[in-house]
């Protein structure tokens, strides 16, 4: 090992299987991609400084934002290029090995459940889909208008019939949040809940519903038609959906992201 050798280390984004990927493809400014080969998985990699990603230095660099930002969608960007082609396990931001061969140790270490796992995901797609509940008017509006133009008896029975109205929107949201995850449930192959952030701002659309999903890929075209058909009925109530992806499959390939040891 040169001195250079000595300065870099091996950033791993994901693993992969098929043809070893070209050396030198640059999918991110300045950052080269190669693959790092163990039988039929690859490790998908660049070299990066360990001046920048030594344990030190990315303790440090991880507190600027930009840097930050700028980092974790390059990280996001190749991974999404190579499954173009190819299935993935999306690894952790960050995953820093010191050497070409402590890659292929980890990917000799877990290669059966690598396996397995690429088998499982193959011809597989991850796509989130979100349910908004649209507020009925104007943050304030109502409130301030009523206030100006009614007595205090008045204002207080229309407050009271403002908070029943929302709490049976409420419920009428979570009925509909329900029958969205059965409409679900009959067309991907597996499904995860994020959690809802408590007490969110009034005024903007409020996030009902955020589900991700695992399905074959020509089952996005059911989904998509479901999801339609289900928005044209619930419009009429402010309710919305959001459907994005594909996304690299981060919710489904836990067992990896979990076994992503030191370097």
């Known amino acids: 090992m040169n001195s250079d050798d000595a300065q870099m280390a091996v950033y791993l984004y994901c693993i992969a299987e098929g043809r070893p990927i070209a050396a030198g493809e640059r999918l991110r400014p300045c950052r080269r991609i190669f693959s790092i080969a163990h039988q039929d998985l690859l490790g998908v990699a660049s070299r990066v400084p360990l001046g920048e990603f030594g344990e030190e230095a990315l ?14 969608r390059g990280h996001e960007r190749v991974i999404e290029k190579v499954m173009e082609s190819r299935t993935v396990l ?20 877990d290669q059966d459940e690598f396996r397995r796992a690429l088998v499982r995901l193959r011809g597989r797609e991850e796509w989130e889909v979100k ?22 008896r008045e204002y207080l029975m229309q407050k009271g019939a403002a908070q029943l109205a929302a709490r ?29 952030a408590a007490g969110q701002p009034r005024g903007i659309a ?22 339609d058909g289900l928005g044209n009925e619930v419009a009429d109530k402010g309710l919305r959906f959001q459907l994005s992806g594909p996304w690299p499959p981060y919710h489904f390939s836990g067992e990896v992201q979990e076994n992503v040891g030191p370097p």
């Open 59 to 72: 303790h440090a660099r991880l507190q600027d934002a930009d840097w930050l930002e700028r980092e974790v």
């Open 206 to 227: 409020k996030l009902v519903l955020d589900a991700v999903c695992l399905l074959a890929k020509p089952q996005f075209t059911v989904l998509r038609s479901r999801l």
């Open 168 to 196: 049976e929107a409420d419920i009428e949201a979570h009925r509909q949040a329900q029958r969205t995850l059965e409409v679900l449930t009959g067309c991907v192959e597996e499904m995860q809940l994020r959690p809802l």
């Open 131 to 152: 349910m908004y509940c649209e507020p009925a008017c104007p943050p304030g509006a109502q409130a301030s208008e009523t206030a100006a133009a009614l007595s205090g």
């Open 90 to 109: 999306p690894l952790k931001f960050c995953t820093i090995f010191l050497t070409e061969e402590k890659v292929r140790a980890f990917l000799e270490r």
